[in-house]
């Protein structure tokens, strides 16, 4: 039996993780163990902290995480280190993940709630963001001080060193060796002394993957082409920052932030999954909840961490067909179509397995 670590966490995070759950034991029967974790919101609530150290280590002794979401309006005002945000931080730095994996890929059937034009649109959208996940600015040390004149200041330090530069780099170039191989490196480079490191580096580690065309954008233009000639990108590699705010702007050129899994991996398989979105406090209870962000989590799960390829082919063939079927929940219902809730869209999914 695989041990899966499963954190629901706040507001729809239970309902989407409910259903992913439910999509694996009948694609894959028998085959995981999963144990319920307390982290988030719920767990302030519960131990006074985000993340209890049972959690972590509950998570760190699993062979995969597979976590909802966490946050929501009532933890908003809590102290800074005990946000529930604070509980994510620490459990991708406490599992060791750096590299943060976000397919951004248009299901065909969905053309028509891609934003872009249609000529854009109809190129085709199929890429990868490996975005840094432990280093940058989040990770870097932060201060609020008073100036020698006695105004308000604060500073947060942007720092990567030339290892962790290298090891997010390769699995940017490892996933381009199994698709177009075209890497496009995104950066500052022009201002910020980090990313003239981080450019260096990453040409040093093209060296090794010849057969790759690397390119290089700034993180101003990137965001400019990605909605111009989103079809000339395969793996996209930056760092984290610049990651998280690409990323969503490419959840948004694929149609719904529901739609959207991501996996997060470190040196050995122990990946932790998650969807793209947050607990969605708006609609948590409503049934109103896109699953498929979670359930593709969960395919990519299989195929990550436990090298489940079939089983994860039929569950994105699955979502595919309920897609082609015209069934959609309110995030992607478009005129045409037929709209259901979040636990028929999982119920659907199930029965084409
Ligand atoms: P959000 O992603 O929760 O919601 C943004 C919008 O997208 C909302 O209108 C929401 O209804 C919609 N949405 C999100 N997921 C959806 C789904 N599966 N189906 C249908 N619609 C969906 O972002 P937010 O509103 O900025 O944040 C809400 C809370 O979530 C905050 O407390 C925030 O800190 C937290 N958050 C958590 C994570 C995480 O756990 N990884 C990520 C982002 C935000």
Same mark, same amino acid.
């Given at each position: 039996m695989k041990k899966v670590a499963v954190i629901p966490g706040d507001g729809i995070g239970p309902e989407v993780i409910g259903a992913t759950l439910e999509v694996l034991k009948k694609a894959a029967p028998n085959q995981f163990e999963f144990i319920e974790v307390s982290m988030g919101g719920n767990a302030i609530d519960k131990y006074g902290e985000p993340l209890p150290a049972q959690s972590l280590k509950t998570c760190q002794e699993a062979d995969a995480t597979l976590l909802g979401a966490v946050g929501g309006p009532k933890w908003d005002n809590v102290s800074p280190d005990l946000r529930p945000e604070r509980g994510l931080l620490g459990v991708r730095k406490g599992l060791k993940v750096f590299a943060n994996i976000r397919p951004a890929k248009i299901f065909a059937p969905l053309a028509?709630?891609? $934003?872009?034009?249609k000529d854009i649109a109809e190129k085709g959208i199929d890429f990868i963001i490996v975005r840094e996940l432990t280093g940058g600015i989040y990770f870097g040390k932060h201060e609020a001080f008073t100036t020698p004149d006695g105004e308000k200041a604060a500073r947060d330090v942007m720092e990567y060193t030339e290892h962790e530069i290298r090891r997010i780099a390769h699995v940017g170039f490892k996933m381009a060796m199994g698709r177009r191989k075209i890497v496009t490196s995104i950066d500052k480079a022009n201002i910020l002394t980090s990313s003239r490191l981080w450019r260096e580096v990453v040409e040093d580690v093209a060296k090794e993957y010849p057969e790759v065309k690397l390119n290089h954008l700034y993180v101003d233009n990137a965001s400019m082409q990605l909605i111009r000639? $989103?079809?000339?990108?395969d793996v996209i590699v930056t760092e984290n920052t610049f990651g998280d705010i690409l990323s969503d702007e490419a959840s948004q050129i694929v149609g719904s932030i529901g739609m959207i899994p991501s996996a997060s991996l470190g040196d050995n398989n122990r990946g932790l999954y998650e969807p793209i979105?947050?607990?969605a406090p708006d609609i948590?209870?409503?049934?109103?909840?896109? $699953?498929i962000g979670t359930i593709l989590c969960g395919a990519m799960m299989l195929r990550?961490?436990?090298?489940m390829n079939e089983e994860a082919d039929r569950i994105e063939n699955a979502v595919d067909d309920v897609l082609k079927a015209g069934l959609r929940t309110p995030d992607i219902f478009t005129e045409g179509t037929k709209l259901i809730s979040g636990s028929k869209m999982k119920e659907e999914i199930i029965s084409r397995l």
């Open positions: 028509s709630a891609c $934003p872009l034009r000639v $989103p079809h000339e990108f979105h947050g607990s948590a209870g409503q049934d109103k909840a896109n $699953p990550y961490s436990f090298g």
